[in-house]
């Protein structure tokens, strides 16, 4: 009589946007990896698309399982890791040598664990001494960055729980069309639905500008571009008719005579003209949000990624704290970050300006405290680098970047002006990109390196919320794959680094 082979479950969390739904991980003998869904306050046992089917790339017939370099031809072939990794430390080494320190970039992801993006700065910047160093989420949550730490000192997305919105009576979204880019989140939208309090403001019906529909909301069409001058209508709505808090704007707050003179020109009947977006539907969102029943305001990238970036978001926080929304009970503003890691990713060190911690490159009391953290001499340390877009700008010109490693990004995608991307990447005197697909910036690289995935390492993550989720391993990576923590070390070696550079995410 045959026993069937025990399964195994590992309780873990999908790999994908930073809503970090939970999920079982179920392996067997001779099975491949299943994925069920969890319960946790986020998602309460629910996933989407994408996390259902997050393990089929696990086992694709096209996943790299070994080093690739590319040949004389343009063909690529397989090689040890010892002749790949001694290949890319003495082209490392060489360019240091003859063309300086910041000739060689490293670009970093947001999907990246916690420990990869601090390891990956403190690579770059301690066993390369380069300052060249940036991340894909500069594509994404500069904007909200920025309008973070100009009004609070503080790059945070969601100042509190997700599951804080299920009392919430208003919600005002902005840029984000959740209901598809992380449908689990819509759960949390219900009480306000119930309570004809759900505001989406978006050009176009999308998925969640239909959940207004039927009596449970507003559906604001603004003409494209102007979120700015809507936000800086309500707020001067909510000043002319007396609806802000002014005992929490006194207690709390800085700038408010400065922000009442920056919205006064800004009446209802000019907002309209800008916005398209009638006086009375301005009106009534105002009235809304200041009605004090629980009331979120809630931006995403749609409201961020131009040129009024900073300002629209920056819009979007004074008009939360004319209202008092912040930092009380029931009430708040927040921004949706998407990346897996967006949160945690900009927290470790892999921001041209930033040491972990959100410590300035800049600021000798924290150069001095990460270089004793580090056991290194403060002053070996470089100086700022330079943000993301100049970054992949600089390759293959002559003050520019003549070697590039990419960790967790595809830029040939993601980046912006992608002809140029692709024009600089052909230009780069050496190329080389962890990944485990030829992706389209792979298809340049001189030397390919996979590297394991999430069901296959353990480390952390840091949601939307600023919750510190634990990855577990389920499986064994094919054995030829290798993490990051240790190409890291096994580079920092052969450089002759100083400091520590453990494989171990613990």
Not at 253 to 273: K, N, Y
Not at 360 to 378: E, F
Request: aromatic letters at 6%; proline letters at 5%.
């Amino acid at each position: 009589m045959s026993i069937a082979p025990a399964e195994i479950a590992t309780a873990s969390h999908c790999p994908y946007c930073a809503l970090q739904c939970a999920m079982t991980l179920t392996t067997s003998a001779g099975a491949r990896l299943t994925v069920g869904a969890r319960d946790f306050p986020t998602n309460r046992g629910g996933l989407c698309k994408k996390g259902w089917t997050s393990a089929e790339l696990l086992s694709s017939p096209d996943r790299i399982l070994e080093p690739m370099v590319r040949q004389p031809d343009g063909t690529f072939a397989a090689a040890s890791w010892e002749e790949a990794l001694d290949l890319v430390a003495a082209r490392l080494a060489g360019f240091r040598s003859q063309h300086g320190a910041d000739s060689v970039g490293v670009f970093g992801g947001g999907g990246l664990t916690n420990e990869k993006a601090y390891q990956l700065g403190k690579f770059t910047r301690v066993a390369l001494g380069s300052s060249r160093i940036d991340y894909n989420g500069r594509f994404c949550m500069s904007s909200a960055a920025a309008a973070g730490n100009r009004a609070f000192g503080l790059d945070r997305g969601l100042p509190f729980r997700v599951e804080d919105l299920d009392a919430a009576e208003t919600i005002l979204v902005l840029g984000s069309n959740v209901a598809q880019t992380m449908p689990p989140f819509v759960a949390h939208l219900d009480g306000a639905r119930a309570a004809g309090g759900l505001i989406v403001v978006d050009p176009r019906r999308s998925a969640t500008a239909r959940l207004t529909e039927e009596g449970a909301g507003m559906h604001v069409q603004p003409t494209p571009g102007s979120d700015l001058a809507l936000l800086l209508g309500l707020t001067h709505i909510v000043i002319a008719e007396k609806l802000v808090d002014s005992e929490y704007v006194s207690r709390r707050t800085t700038g408010f005579d400065a922000l009442r003179r920056s919205v006064s020109e800004w009446w209802p009947e000019r907002t309209q003209e800008h916005t398209g977006v009638p006086v009375w539907q301005l009106r009534e969102i105002a009235r809304r949000l200041a009605a004090g029943r629980g009331t979120y305001i809630l931006t995403g990238r749609g409201v961020e990624q131009h040129e009024d970036g900073t300002d629209t978001a920056t819009a979007a926080i004074n008009l939360s704290l004319a209202l008092g929304l912040v930092g009380t009970p029931h009430s708040g503003y927040g921004t949706l970050t998407g990346q897996g890691n967006g949160q945690g990713g900009r927290e470790h060190g892999q921001k041209c300006d930033q040491l972990p911690g959100y410590r300035k490159i800049t600021d000798p009391a924290a150069r001095q405290h990460v270089a004793s953290v580090w056991g290194v001499d403060p002053h070996s340390l470089p100086g700022q680098g330079v943000p993301a877009v100049e970054l992949l700008s600089s390759m293959g010109r002559p003050d520019g970047i003549r070697c590039l490693l990419v960790h967790g990004s595809n830029v040939v995608v993601s980046a912006p002006n992608a002809s140029r991307v692709r024009e600089g990447l052909a230009a780069l005197d050496f190329l080389v990109v962890c990944d485990f697909f030829f992706s389209e910036t792979a298809e340049f690289a001189d030397v390919v390196l996979p590297v394991t995935q999430w069901a296959e390492e353990e480390g952390t993550m840091t949601s939307l919320e600023g919750r510190v989720i634990r990855r577990r391993r389920a499986i064994d990576a094919p054995a030829g794959v290798r993490s990051e923590l240790w190409i890291f070390h096994e580079l920092a070696t052969r450089l002759g680094a100083a400091s520590t550079f453990s494989p171990d995410p613990a």
